[in-house]
């Protein structure tokens, strides 16, 4: 099992910038993927970005040229940096490492873009 850590959340004002880090333990070798997800109540959770083990990055169109996805893999670690914030950004974000098993989660960390 892959445990993940979400840092990086809080409070910021619409058009500002937030960077969520993601720390990976446990069977770090059995990771196919790495992702960011959201979820703003009542809405479900939607992906908003992913980075597979070769590097290909993905992202949501609504967040394309505001978010960037990325990894150190010698540190275990992946990150969102998220740019330009809009309050509809507002949601608890998680890390998700997808395996042959399927996928593990973190516990989540808010974000609340104000207007």
């Known amino acids: 099992q892959v445990h993940l850590v979400e840092s990086g959340g809080g409070l910021v004002q619409a058009g500002g910038s937030l960077r969520l880090s993601c720390a990976a333990s446990g069977s770090i070798s059995s990771i196919n993927d790495m992702g960011w997800y959201r979820q703003a109540p009542p809405k479900q959770r939607e992906w908003v970005a992913s980075?597979?083990?070769?590097?290909?990055?993905k992202y949501v169109d609504s967040v394309k040229g505001r978010f960037t996805i990325s990894r150190v893999l010698a540190e275990n670690t992946f990150f969102l940096q998220m740019d330009n914030l809009k309050p509809e950004d507002t949601a608890l974000y998680y890390c998700a490492a997808r395996t042959s098993r399927g996928i593990d989660w973190g516990q989540g960390t808010q974000v609340t873009v104000s207007s």
């Open positions: 980075v597979s083990s070769d590097g290909t990055t």
